[in-house]
């Protein structure tokens, strides 16, 4: 079992910045990979950012060059840096853990609310 808890999530203007924290805790296998999701209302759950353990990093054309995703590993931990936020970007926040490595478990966090908006 793996626990993931977020935090970090809020309210803020367009052109704001806010920082998301997911930590994980429990059987974190070496070799994974942490991502963020996001789902706005009557959307379905994308991608937002992904980073491996080994550093690889992948992100949503939408938030290129704006977010930025950083982990540290040796506290189990993930980061969203969202800079120049924009309105579209309201939505739930979930953070994502996937083992490489067999048992290829994976675990949702409970989700973080971030609103944009004036």
């Known amino acids: 079992q793996v626990q993931l808890v977020e935090s970090g999530g809020g309210l803020v203007q367009p052109g704001g910045s806010l920082k998301l924290s997911c930590a994980a805790s429990?059987?974190?296998?070496?070799?994974?990979?942490m991502s963020w999701y996001r789902q706005a209302p009557g959307k379905q759950r994308e991608l937002v950012a992904a980073n491996t353990s080994g550093g690889k990093t992948n992100y949503a054309d939408s938030v290129k060059g704006r977010f930025t995703i950083s982990r540290d590993n040796a506290k189990n931990t993930v980061y969203l840096q969202m800079n120049r936020l924009k309105p579209e970007d309201t939505a739930v926040y979930y953070c994502n853990y996937r083992s490489l490595v067999p048992p290829m478990y994976e675990y949702w966090g409970q989700g973080t609310q971030v609103t944009v908006s004036s």
């Open positions: 429990g059987s974190i296998s070496s070799i994974n990979v």
